[in-house]
């Protein structure tokens, strides 16, 4: 406003007057100034001086009339015991107003300052309006309190600024009271409130918004739509535009005169002004030309009449200034605009005195003061322009009629208003009040793409979306001011818009549908301005003065939007869960050992060997064992050996035929079936363990809910979140036992639900927090995702609308009737159950079908078996070749060695029939005889060996050998000596089976060959060496092992 560019001027000027000596030297020689030091006799030290307190008070008035009123009041007052106290009296130094304020600032400085004045009351100038704030600034710089008269701006209500400003006059935001009396007393509920973007506009609008929604009424008066404009105004047609949109009817405008008949002019053009229109205009508005017939507006009472307020004003701050004579630390008010080094503390307490005095019975009414020292309980008269025919001009004019009054009422100790209905003539000259608003019957609808409740498909033509439920619904880039036409066509189906056809339908209105501009649904977010504001469908709904209608949604009702839209009942209940992906169990290749636990398997295999090893023992000592009992032959069973125990605990554990190696005594067969029935019970355990592992395998969740501790306490490798700026985004922000979460989610949520699905699906995420609708739609359609936990945060989604709209109650009703009748259900079965049982389900209550990853540990311990026996026959093969070349060694040496003893044997047999000759002879038998001996051939063949007397040898017989006389060559007759073992017998030692080699060599009697006469035959030849590898020193022992002990030795 202008008055504050007069303000800088009024704080140049008191710089000047602080600054000016010879001012200060003047004013110390004033005559006034002389009176009012004898005066005061409280200022000196003299004892013969009065002991009356005298208070100066200031006056500055707009003419002498008003001066004249002041000094008789302040003498009336000094006379009156009841407002003054007989030590004190009041006295008055008053100036007329300049209308120019900074020569208002230095007559303040010049002529009231310098008296001492403890307060000044101001009125106001012929011309112009910012002498009374220079006076403010001036009186308040050094805490004099001052009371205006006149002054109404709501600018005097800033402490900050007019720190010792009341006033008998309220400022015209006050009015905002009146007109909420007067809508409670009409009825309306529903507003447009139109006002000029200045400080008493904005004033005006705050204090009727706080006092609307604060009555003791059941239903609060809603503020539909918000006109502000600048002033100064050349044309206002656009904003009526916006006007006739809403469905109020009832316009509070604030304007100045000059804005008031441009907004009357051009409502009257485009018909705003007849019937069903209401009209509730502040006292200035009230005063234009243009007003049109049945509006109505306020006047203050007494506004004009300054004796009146002068005197409620002296009487107030005699009552205060009484109040400050009780307070023993009185101090003097400054007497010199230079000086700024301290502060009146006395002027603070005078100003809290003032502003808590209450004058009752007032020229003016109940004067009192709020805490901004405003005065409250004002009355006003409630005025209706009313239309008549001027018999001078002939012309049809307007004039005001009080309808009604608005005041103190002393019985009740309240404000009163008293309103004559019957007299009001309504705009459109007619006595029927209005309804206050009007229904459209087509609206503009706004959605969001939100399976399954709306899908989207992008069109090119219009054409392409008509009928079987779909609806065109284009997209709008709102970034775009001046482009009006859709971004992007698309065509919607779905949940939502199957309600929205049915419900149009049912209640009877047409509509445009559109997509949300930013495809959010809505949250309170800070703009770059500071300013907090609804973003998404709900600030479509709420910020925009042309936006839509309705929202028709997936919608969650929640308290933050309750309180700018306006909800219907709920179409669908649900709440809030998690998403994930299923959490198989992963069949390891040990899977088949799920059933028992680490310790039971251990424990039977350890029992299979302990078993084993107890029949194998009670078999074995038993008397009716296989090592006791003989067959009827002679020949015995094959006994039960470890080995075969085993295999026989073995084969009952896995129920396997067991074909030999059973046990024979009555004690083993006990354990036996002992043993049986324990691999029974194993078995049936195991197989049952097994269908529940294997079999019925399911699908696991890893979380358990909300409280899950994974999601209590996050993990760096474990990430979820919701969606930004959501419902559920408010309903952690709101929950203090969720912060914790709130916080770590804030930094991953996703700008919509479909993003956050996929990086479920793809493992970037690892749950998803959201409506339980959309979740368990997904859920169904994928049969990896699996929703976690029960439901919480429970609500509803419901259709959007704005505050006050009287499509609510409709809306409301509608939904209930669909519950009723069925068609809710019908819009569930069609697409989100789609029809069709929940296919996952049905998967997961049938037997699972086993596949290679359940069994693949069976099949790798059958390969495993495989190779191990391939394994084992490699060895055993191996061995068997060791041993055969073993064997054959072994044999090779068994027969070196037999022919080796062979020819021994021959030896010792050829020298002993040798002996027996001799004895013969020297037994002196010299008759031929024969001496019959059994020689063993090579070849095991026997026979007789004759000896003569003649001294012949004779063989008689098959293989005898006869002896003629004469000597025989017996060397000859002997067969040679075996040739020595080929060269394929090894040298190397023999194994250890072969027999040891006989002791220190003896007289080998092969080396003596005795001849038939006695005599020593040296030309035998020696008999054959041991064959190689033959240990000679060991073979005696070794033949004694292999043979039995040597026959005597024939050496003599």
Known sequence: MGWLVGAMGVLAALAVVHSSSSYRSSSSSSSSSLTYQSSSSYTSDSPSAPTTRVFNIGGILSDTLSDNHFKATIAKINNDTEFMSPNASLDDVTMIMDSNPIRTALE????????????????????????????????????????????????????????????????????????????????????VFIHSSDTDGRALLGRFQNNAQNHEDDKDIKVDTVIEYEPGLNSFVSELKIMNESSARVFLLYANLHDAQIIFHDAMYMNMTGRGYVWIVTEQALSARSVPIGAIGLRLVNASDEDKHITDSLYILALALKKLLKEKDVTAPPQDCSNTGSTWETGKKLFQYIREQVLKKGLTGKVAFDDNGDRINAEYDVVNIHGFVDPVIHRNSTKEMVVGHLGYNTTRENMLLDIN????????????????????????????????????????????????????????NTTDKNNTQPTHQYCCTGYCIDLLIHLSATINFTYDLALSPDGEFGALNKSDKGKKGWTGLIGELVNQ??????????????????????FSKPFKYQGITILEKKQPRYSTLVSFLQPFRETLWILVMV?????????????????????????????????????????????????????????????????????AGFAMIIVASYTANLAAFLVLDRPQTSLTGINDARLRNPMENFTYATVRGSSVDMYFRRQVELSNMYRTMEGNNYATAEQAITA??????KAFIWDSSRLEYEAAQDCELVTAGELFGRSGYGIGLKKNSPWADKVTLAILGFHESGFMEELDNKWILQNQEDKCDVDDKAPATLGLKNMAGVFILVAAGIVGGIGLIIIEIIYKKHQIRKQKKLEIARHAADKWRGMVEKRKTLRASLVTQRRIKANGVNEPSTISFSVEGEAGSAGSVGVMAGGGVGVLGSGSIGASSGATNLAAMLPPPPSPPSSSIPT?????????????????????????????????????????????????????????????????
């Open 108 to 191: 303040v400085c010049k002529r009231l300052v310098t008296q001492s004045v403890y307060a000044v009351i101001v009125s106001h100038p012929t011309i112009g309006e910012l002498s009374p704030a220079a006076v403010s600034y001036t009186s308040g710089f050094y805490h004099i309190p001052v009371i205006g008269i006149s002054s109404r701006d709501s600018a005097f209500s800033d402490k900050n600024i007019h720190v010792s400003f009341l006033r008998t006059v309220p400022p015209y935001s006050h009015q905002a009271d009146v007109w909420v009396e007067l809508l409670k007393r009409f009825q309306y509920t529903r507003v």
């Open 421 to 476: 209905e019957v007299a009001i003539v309504w705009p459109g000259n007619t006595t029927v009040k209005p309804t206050g608003f009007m229904i459209p019957t087509h609206l503009y609808v706004l959605t969001i793409e939100e399976k399954p409740f709306v899908y989207t498909q992008k069109i090119d033509s219009p054409a392409e979306c008509l009928g079987d439920g779909r609806v065109l619904c284009p997209w709008y």
């Open 545 to 566: 003065p042309d936006g839509k209608d309705m929202i028709v949604a997936p919608l969650t009702i929640n308290p933050e939007r309750a309180q700018v839209i306006e």
């Open 607 to 675: 029992s299979v060997h302990v078993v084993a090893l107890v029949l194998y023992l009670l078999d074995r000592f038993s008397p009716f064992g296989r090592y006791k009992l003989a067959n009827t032959d002679g020949t015995e069973e094959d006994a039960l050996n470890l080995s075969s125990a085993i295999w026989f605990a073995w084969g009952v554990l896995l129920n396997s035929g067991i074909g030999e190696g059973t046990p024979r005594s009555f004690s083993a067969r006990v354990l036996g079936m002992v043993w």
């Open 760 to 765: 479920v699906k793809e493992g970037k995420l």
């Open 988 to 1052: 190397s030692g023999l194994p250890p089976d072969v027999p040891p080699a006989p002791p220190a060599p003896r007289r080998d009697l092969r080396q003596r060959h005795v001849t038939l006469s006695g005599t020593v035959d040296v030309g035998l030849p020696p008999p054959p060496p041991p064959p190689p590898g033959v240990d000679t020193m060991r073979l005696p022992t070794s033949y004694k092992n292999l043979f039995g002990p040597d026959p005597p030795d024939l050496v003599v």
